[in-house]
DNA sequence: AAGACTTCGTAAGCATGCTTATGTTTTGCG
DNA sequence: CGCAAAACATAAGCATGCTTACGAAGTCTT
């Protein structure tokens, strides 16, 4: 150990937040190793359980990722015949997304893994926090995919 | 518009997280494009302003990633000639990391940066959220970083 | 001193996120 | 009808994170 004390620079939240985050996806990552599924794998297939034959796109904006960040997900679940794309009957242009039914004893397995492993990060936070903590974090991603959308395309200017 | 509601599966804290985390990530870099850096290329930096001439094992450590990952921001922090590995002069294994005086200035273009990116995201909480969030994101970072590090290796192996 | 074990940095290979560019299809305007 | 514009999915290429595996260099044991 040397004796340099290197007080930490203050991690701004904007770091803390993303180590939290790292740090929980790592977790999650290490407990449902066994299963062959990634945590983003796991949430496509989460909302597709809830919205079955919606279109890539339409999941991609539901998910706020952009469409080949899903496109490639749905790729390897599609390799791993967890989910179908079909073509829709009237526009040649979408795939609309099917899940198999294997994947729904996946999908509780990876809820029960995903409950543990939040319940570790959450240890010793009273419920109270936890509410407040899910309605900040709330606000910001709001704030945040508005900020990212207005900043980065103006894509209809409504302004209103 | 479909009529399907569907209602979202509950935002589970752990998803919420990481869509903050990401938003946030992709909007500082929305930001900062200009200046040719990544948010991780800043991290390091920062932390190496505080603590230069650290190995990079140790800077890994610090910034609780593996040192793999960290080796890899550095080599192209190297090939942009804003930080030297130099050999430390008793051990040849390792490589101890300084920075170049170009980065000074870049340093505090970031730090400009992360703050109005950070403000854009909080807009609408107040100071004692904020607080409140970054005591409760600190707790949880501790409670992981721990379950990471048993968890995965049993490091100390306590009880076999 | 020699061999084993550990530590440091790195290589290889994968998954996820991004931006930018492309091809295909649908739509819309004349 | 026919061509331009928009929308959907994908391809290509980069950065960051991981795991696993390795070579080189210290350290420890015998």
Do not use: Y
Request: charged letters at 30%; hydrophobic letters at 45%; one cysteine or more.
């Amino acid at each position: 150990m040397s004796a340099i004390p290197h007080d930490l620079p203050a991690p701004t939240l904007g770091f803390l937040l993303n180590d939290v985050a790292r740090l929980l996806r790592k977790r999650f990552e290490q407990n449902a190793k066994g299963l062959g599924l990634t945590r983003a794998q796991w949430q496509v297939l989460a909302h597709l359980r809830r919205a079955e034959g919606i279109a890539q796109g339409g999941l991609a904006e539901l998910l706020e990722v952009e469409p080949i960040t899903l496109a490639r997900i749905v790729d390897r679940l599609e390799d791993a015949a967890l989910v179908e794309r079909r073509p829709d009957p009237k526009d040649r242009r979408i795939k609309r997304l099917f899940m198999r039914p294997e994947a729904l004893s996946l999908i509780d397995d990876m809820q029960v893994i995903g409950d543990a492993t939040r319940a570790e990060a959450l240890e010793g936070l009273p419920a109270a926090d936890r509410d407040h903590l899910t309605r900040i974090l709330g606000v910001m991603k709001t704030n945040l995919a508005q900020a990212c959308s207005t900043g980065c395309r103006q894509k209809e200017a409504v302004h209103g």
